[in-house]
């Protein structure tokens, strides 16, 4: 079964600093992309950044980055100069590229920006 | 333009009764799905639609749970005989789907579901 893992539950980061979510996962699939949601306490889940795993070069979304490290089968999002606005859940998750492109979800990072 | 809608939004039911939740995805998107939030299970993958044909049930979690999309647009989860542990945020998504690029799912707002 596809396994998603994100090792940090909680993180607590100063306003203006970046902070790094970590997430791994596993696979045996040729082709597959990874994706990072955002879910504020209001509750939908909010795009943010996509990799494809034939991609060449590191996605990046305005203040979203992902650090890709196909060997190591891990997408580590990085957002740079953090705001209040960015307290969230945030939610790592693959999915195959072709026909059925369902979800796997990690559990998850709670993250917290103090001001 | 509008978003993934799903009513109702809160459903409060008693032990036993049937459910019906719909979500009514973004206009001309092929491709639907969807996902169960709880705290103990996380987000977990429930069906998916292409067009009105379900090619990946496996997300099901008893034979009380039934989905059907009509068409190609408006679809309907249905519980059966609801149970406690039934009690979640459903999750609706759709995406544009072209064959061999991954594309973005957007979400609708979710239904709360509180089995009583």
């Known amino acids: 079964a596809q396994k998603i893992t994100q090792t940090q539950p909680g993180m607590f980061v100063q306003e203006k600093e970046a902070v790094t979510l970590d997430c791994t996962y596993d696979?045996?699939?040729?082709?597959?992309?990874l994706f990072w949601y955002k879910q504020p306490s209001s509750g939908e889940m909010i795009f943010l950044i996509y990799?494809?795993?034939?991609?060449?070069q590191n996605a990046t979304e305005g203040r979203y980055s992902l650090n890709f490290q196909k060997a190591r089968k891990s997408a580590n999002l990085v957002i740079s100069a953090s705001q209040l606005g960015d307290s969230a859940m945030y939610f790592c998750a693959k999915c195959l590229v072709f026909g059925n492109e369902k979800l796997t979800f990690g559990t998850g990072t709670r993250l917290t920006i103090i001001p | 333009g509008a978003g993934v809608s799903q009513s109702p939004s809160n459903k409060v039911t008693e032990k036993g009764k049937d459910v019906e939740l719909r979500c009514d995805p973004i206009s001309g998107h092929t491709a639907l799905y969807w996902y169960r939030q709880s705290l103990g299970q996380g987000l977990e993958f429930l069906i998916y639609?292409?067009?009105?044909?379900?090619?990946?049930k496996s997300g099901l979690p008893s034979d009380r749970f039934s989905a059907e999309r009509t068409g190609g647009s408006v679809s309907t989860l249905t519980i059966q005989r609801t149970q406690q542990e039934d009690s979640a945020v459903y999750l609706c998504?759709?995406?544009?789907?072209?064959?061999?690029?991954?594309?973005?799912?957007?979400f609708g707002p979710g239904t709360r579901l509180t089995v009583t």
């Open positions: 990799q494809g795993s034939y991609d060449q």
């Open positions: 998504a759709s995406s544009l789907n072209p064959q061999g690029l991954s594309d973005e799912q957007y």
């Open positions: 639609f292409q067009g009105n044909s379900a090619p990946d």
């Open positions: 696979t045996s699939d040729p082709s597959y992309g």
